[in-house]
């Protein structure tokens, strides 16, 4: 199979898109979708994504991770898709997309910046120094000193593959807050088995979890090893956060064909 494939990224958080609405790469296996994203011997990225035509939307989103299986929702890999859609012509005020959570709305400002809808947040497992919550993919959120010095695959594994969560496995956000209210996060996620530079639904999972207005607007500015993110949202009590918007950059790095066998 000839794969014409795009490659993008998102605060370092990379992925490479293929353009299915012909359904041309409909028959991609998850062997082929592993070996593409490695990164000595393929293309080389955190996750493959399948942009697809979907009736009453733009396009239709399809995640798989690096290990080659069907991923849940990506916050950075949404960005990303909007800035595909665009950069190939599709070109919208308002985006509406579909992915494996249900549908979404993005939008790009006139500075580049990709404002991504998520889905509301219904329930938050608190357990003091750590929380529990899904965004479109499931996230434990621990709050640390010192984020800089963690060994974050070493103990990020250790919750992932955890009793409670090795079945189904885990995100895992480590987080510090700084005095000024701004947060730092480092991310194990599943799927990848490592530490990403950057993981958009727990950097909207750490901001969930950091609220600095006990209700109403809230506005958290992020900082991951790959750049600045931003989550809006509006808090409603301790357990429920409706109109949340994960912001930040999403950028082409390069495209290229590649010849894979089944």
């Known amino acids: ?74 916050g950075n890999g949404g960005r990303c898709m909007t800035q595909f859609a665009y950069d190939i012509g599709l070109t919208r005020f308002t985006y509406r997309f579909i992915a494996s959570d249900g549908p979404h709305e993005a939008e790009i400002t006139t500075d580049g910046i990709i404002r991504l809808k998520m889905s509301d947040v219904s329930f938050v497992e608190e357990h003091g120094t750590f929380s529990i ?46 005095d000024d209210g701004k947060i730092s996060i480092r991310t194990y996620e599943r799927g990848v088995e490592d530490e990403t530079l950057s993981c958009g ?27 600045q993110l931003s989550v809006e949202y509006n808090k409603i009590d301790e357990q429920h956060f409706s109109n949340i918007w994960l912001c930040g950059p999403a950028e082409f790095v390069f495209k290229g064909s590649i010849d894979v066998q089944y």
Request: with cysteine; glycine share 10%; hydrophobic share 35%.
């Open 133 to 178: 919550l899904d965004t479109g993919s499931p996230h434990y959120v621990k709050f640390v000193n010192d984020l800089s010095k963690l060994d974050v695959v070493e103990e990020g594994r250790e919750i992932r593959n955890s009793k409670r969560f090795i079945e189904n496995g885990i995100n895992v956000d480590f987080v510090e807050v700084k």
């Open 1 to 74: 199979m000839k794969i014409d494939f795009y490659k993008y990224q998102g605060t370092g958080n990379d992925f490479i898109i293929l353009d299915n609405r012909n359904g041309e790469y409909s028959a991609i296996t998850n062997e082929m979708i592993k070996r593409l994203c490695e990164r000595r011997i393929g293309i080389g990225a955190d996750g493959l994504m399948l942009f697809e035509s979907q009736d009453g939307f733009d396009f239709k989103m399809i995640y798989f991770n690096s290990d080659g299986l069907r991923g849940t929702m990506c």
């Open 201 to 227: 639904t727990g950097v909207t999972a750490a901001a969930i979890a950091c609220s600095h207005n006990p209700k109403g607007f809230n506005r958290i500015e992020a900082s991951t090893p790959g750049g």
